[in-house]
C-alpha cells in the first residue's frame, strides 16, 4: 500500500478494459485493407504510372526521330504573299532569293546556258489540288505519289525558297529524270552552290525520288532557318 491511496498487488489488478489491444474485428479489417493495397491498388498503379510514361516516352522519340515529317517530306508553313515576287509571270519566288536567282539565270546564259524557271510558290491550297488530283488520276497510294510529290503543307515550294529549273533547250526533259543529261543541269551541279542553291532530293534520299530539276535557296538566315531540320536529318 502506498501513501497516494493506489494499490498494485499484481499484474492481474489491471482491467481487462485497460488493456488497449485491438481486438479481432479491427484487426480483420486492417489485414484486407493493408492486401487490398499491397496486392491490387499498388501494383494497378505502379503499372498504369509505367505504362503511361513509356507511351510518352515512346511518342516523344517517334516526333525527335521524324521532326514531324510525313512519308518523308519535312513539314512547311506558308510564306506570306508581302514576301513573294514575280520573277517570271506567274512564278513568285521569296524576296530573299530573287535576286541570287536571277544572278544565277544571267551567269549561265552568259555562258551559253539557258536555265528556264518552271514552278516557284506554291500556296498549300495548290499543292492540295497536285497531290490529290494527280495522286487520283494515277491511282497510286499516297505513299506512292509522296515520293513524287508532296503532300500539303509539307512541301519546299510553300516557303517560296524552292525553284523548279529547265533546260530552255531540252522543254521534254522538264520535270523528267532525263533533265540531269542537260547542260543545264551539269551547269548547276557545278555553279548553283556559289549562288546558295542546293538540290533537294539527290539519289540517295530514302522516301523522296530523285528531282534534279527541283533546287532550294539557303543564302539567307530564313532560308536555313526553314531548312534546318533537313539538313541536320540529311547528315546523320
Ligand atoms: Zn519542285
Redesign the pocket.
Known amino acids: 500500500m502506498l501513501g497516494n491511496g493506489i494499490n498494485f498487488k499484481n499484474s492481474e489488478d489491471i482491467e481487462v478494459a485497460e488493456r488497449r489491444y485491438l481486438d479481432g474485428g479491427i484487426k480483420k479489417k486492417y489485414v484486407f485493407f493493408i492486401l487490398l493495397f499491397s496486392f491490387i491498388i499498388f501494383p494497378i498503379s505502379f503499372y498504369v504510372v509505367r505504362k503511361l510514361n513509356s507511351s510518352l516516352f515512346i511518342e516523344n522519340k517517334f516526333i525527335e526521330k521524324t521532326d514531324g515529317k510525313i512519308l518523308g517530306h519535312f513539314p512547311y508553313k506558308e510564306v506570306g504573299k508581302e514576301l513573294l515576287i514575280e520573277v517570271e509571270p506567274n512564278i513568285l519566288v521569296h524576296r530573299e532569293m530573287y535576286s541570287s536567282l536571277l544572278e544565277m539565270r544571267s551567269d549561265a546564259y552568259k555562258e551559253g546556258v539557258y536555265l528556264v524557271f518552271l ?1 516557284g510558290f506554291r500556296s498549300i491550297k495548290l499543292q492540295n489540288e497536285i497531290f490529290y488530283s494527280i495522286k487520283s488520276l494515277r491511282n497510286q497510294s499516297a505513299f506512292e505519289r509522296a515520293r513524287v510529290s508532296a503532300p500539303p503543307g509539307f512541301s ?2 510553300s516557303t517560296g525558297f ?1 525553284i ?1 529549273i529547265g533546260d530552255a533547250l531540252k522543254r521534254e526533259s522538264d520535270f523528267e529524270v532525263e533533265f540531269e543529261n542537260t547542260k543545264a543541269f551539269k551547269w548547276l551541279k557545278q555553279n548553283a552552290a556559289k549562288y546558295h542553291f542546293k538540290m533537294s532530293f539527290d539519289k540517295n534520299h530514302k522516301n523522296v525520288d530523285y ?1 534534279p ?2 533546287w532550294r535557296y539557303e543564302g539567307s538566315i530564313e532560308s536555313l532557318k526553314i531548312f534546318e531540320a533537313s539538313n541536320r536529318s540529311s547528315k546523320k
Do not use: C
Open positions: 514552278s519546299e515550294h524552292a523548279d528531282e530539276w527541283h
